[in-house]
Nanobody, 115 residues
């Protein structure tokens, strides 16, 4: 059974940093592309960053230069390092992967950026 579990969210002041983790199980992690999405209340879910099995990365323009996606295949874990956080980064952040026709999601972790 594929399971994705996010952790690392919380409350942080503007300009601060957080490191999110996504622990995967029930899949061959090393061959799958992985993605981070986020969704704020009343907003559409948006793709934040993705990383291929080979380690190639892409970022939304809104986070480029501030966020870094990475993966550790030995630990079956994906990370999102978030620096210089802004109030508009406030959202629930979700881990995602796709296996054939099925998409799998974690439970989400709340990130709140506020003074």
């Amino acid at each position: 059974q594929v399971q994705l579990v996010e952790s690392g969210g919380g409350l942080v002041q503007p300009g601060g940093s957080l490191r999110l983790s996504c622990a995967a199980s029930g899949m061959i992690f090393s061959i799958n592309a992985m993605r981070w999405y986020r969704q704020a209340p009343g907003k559409e879910r948006e793709l934040v960053a993705d990383i291929t099995s080979a380690g190639r990365t892409n970022y939304a323009d809104s986070v480029k230069g501030r966020f870094t996606i990475s993966r550790d295949n030995a630990k079956n874990t994906m990370y999102l390092q978030m620096n210089s956080l802004k109030p508009e980064d406030t959202a629930v952040y979700y881990c995602n992967t796709k296996i054939y026709y099925s998409s799998y999601w974690g439970q989400g972790t709340q990130v709140t950026v506020s003074s």
